[in-house]
């Protein structure tokens, strides 16, 4: 090709970053070169941490206390160390000579205000925080009301950003002004985001001076978009775009498995749930290999628990499987009274029909096909399978509400680093998966793990939790989860993150 001749996908790439950073605020040309432009599904509909927290904190606008490293494992943050004697009370040193985006320097009353107005909010409103202290200028003291070791991981998540104090006020946040490598600079409502190199970064200085995030709920259109050149990034694509990406020598294909799993949640308090057979019975009449080579096209390993022992090491390796087994299915029901009068038939007991419903959401695609699947295997072992798909917010508001058989989700099981998380799961009160689930000796596990300070102590406690609930099984983990990500070839040192708590800009070129 002549030296001054443009390919197509450049000058595809040319046009697409020119409209994009029109609207971003007429950037130069020089910029252009150094700028990113990255595709996720989720808009930005907020600037307030509290409620945008997650794509602030991606884009590097944001930073917090902690943070959690490429293990998955509590990391220093803006916090450099801390300590603490009884999980009650932690001290925390600040990392010196940090600056906010317009100048000001971070000192630990800013810390408290952000924390202080984090743990007033409703999502963090349950942390057991009694008072916040600043016995120093790069000092911090948190006092608990009880031990509460989780504490820590709680302070990575994305709405304990801190911001410079002005930033904040009655109303909320009109614009996020943070430590993190990049500043924001404009949004589109809804839209996307720019944010610009923060020249006084604490940390290595970035090499990209712009950043322009886009909400694209789209997969397809994700795709379609990078291949064009308009954009740099499409995150979260399909395991059946792998090929695509791969045969394709300006693009590049990034999998990496994440802890978040898809999973069956059972009315444990109703029939035919409330019979744990009849549970066990489901895991083993589903294929889940097949869903995994099919659906997934391989990319995914079958859930062991809910922990993949590939991202953390607070699985339980140790649990027996619920292996594919349709006689052992058959056999279970049977047990509880479940008969058939023939291979196929729907099973029946005291005459009533053995029918379920199974509710599951589009907005993650492959969880209504998952969903079909099931329906055709438990058909082969006598249970009818009704599916509807519905809005998540309808799933928990009838779940929460009254009876229901079972439904398919998908969440993250560690989107902050600590196993307490297993509570959301798993504790009578605390659950936030409405399954019924009532055990009082997993209750004291999770509470004595709470309270525990030794790493290892813990890990104990966790793997008798996972060990129960595999038994009790109210929620049937099915698949684990592996991420898909698309680059173009040219974007250099990106590294996915395990719980997706950073995109890791700053050590990214273009």
């Known amino acids: 090709m002549p030296e001054n001749t443009l390919s197509r996908r450049t000058l595809l790439r040319t046009s697409g970053a020119l409209a994009a950073v029109t609207a971003a605020g007429c950037l130069g040309s020089e910029d252009e070169e150094n700028t990113i432009r990255i595709g996720s599904p989720w808009t930005p509909d907020s600037l307030d941490p509290l409620t945008g927290g997650s794509y602030l904190k991606r884009m590097g606008i944001t930073e917090t206390l902690i943070d959690a490293d490429y293990d998955a494992e509590i990391a220093p943050g803006l916090a450099t160390s801390w300590s603490t004697d009884d999980a009650t009370t932690w001290t925390f040193e600040l990392k010196p000579d940090v600056s906010f985006h317009d100048g000001s320097t971070l000192d630990s009353e800013a810390v408290a205000g952000s924390l202080e107005r984090a743990v007033d909010s409703p999502g963090l409103a349950d942390l057991p925080i009694v008072d916040i ?3 120093a200028e790069r000092r911090l003291e948190i006092e608990l009301e009880r031990p509460f070791t989780p504490l820590l991981a709680h302070l990575t998540r994305p709405e304990t950003a801190i911001l410079q104090p002005t930033a904040i006020d009655d109303d909320g946040v009109d614009e996020p002004v943070s430590t993190g490598p990049f500043a924001f600079d404009s949004w589109t409502p809804e839209t996307s985001v720019t944010a610009v190199k923060h020249d006084a970064y604490h940390g290595p200085e970035p090499s990209l001076e712009t950043v322009v995030y886009e909400g694209i709920h789209d997969s397809n259109t994700r795709l379609l978009k990078l291949q064009n050149g308009e954009l740099d990034m499409a995150r979260i694509l399909s395991a059946s775009t792998i090929d695509t990406l791969e045969s394709d020598e300006e693009l590049a294909a990034h999998t990496y498995p994440i802890p978040r799993s898809r999973y069956v949640v059972f009315d ?12 066990r019975a489901v895991l083993h009449a589903i294929d889940r290999e097949e869903v995994t080579d099919t659906l997934l096209d391989g990319e995914t390993d079958v859930a062991l628990g809910p922990f993949p022992s590939s991202v953390t090491h607070w699985a339980n390796e140790d649990l027996e499987p619920y292996e594919f087994d349709p006689d052992t299915a058959a056999s279970l029901l049977a047990d509880a009274g479940w008969e058939t009068e023939s291979s196929g038939a729907v099973r029946r007991r005291d005459g009533t029909p053995l029918e379920i419903d199974i509710w599951t959401y589009s907005s993650r695609p492959v969880l209504p096909q998952i969903a079909t699947v099931i329906q055709e295997q438990l058909r082969t072992v006598g249970i009818d399978v009704s599916v509807a ?7 928990t508001e009838r779940t929460q509400s009254g009876e229901f058989d079972a439904f398919i989700w998908s969440n993250s099981v560690l989107w902050y680093p600590d196993p307490d998380r297993l509570a959301d799961f798993f504790h009578s009160t605390e659950t936030v998966m409405h399954s019924g689930y009532d055990n009082p000796a997993v ?7 709470r309270e525990t300070v030794d790493r290892d102590e813990r890990k104990q406690l966790y793997d008798e939790i996972q060990e129960i609930v595999h038994e009790d099984l109210p929620i049937a983990f099915l698949t684990d989860y592996t991420n898909v990500h698309g680059t173009t070839a040219d974007v250099d040192g990106y590294r996915p993150h395990p719980i997706e708590s950073t995109y890791g800009l700053e050590s990214v070129s273009i």
């Open 389 to 395: 798909t519905m809005e998540p917010g309808a799933i």
């Open 443 to 449: 209750d004291r596990l999770l509470e004595t793990g």
């Open 268 to 279: 444990t308090d109703s029939e035919p749930f409330d019979d744990v057979r009849v549970r």
């Open 133 to 135: 202290r600043t016995p």
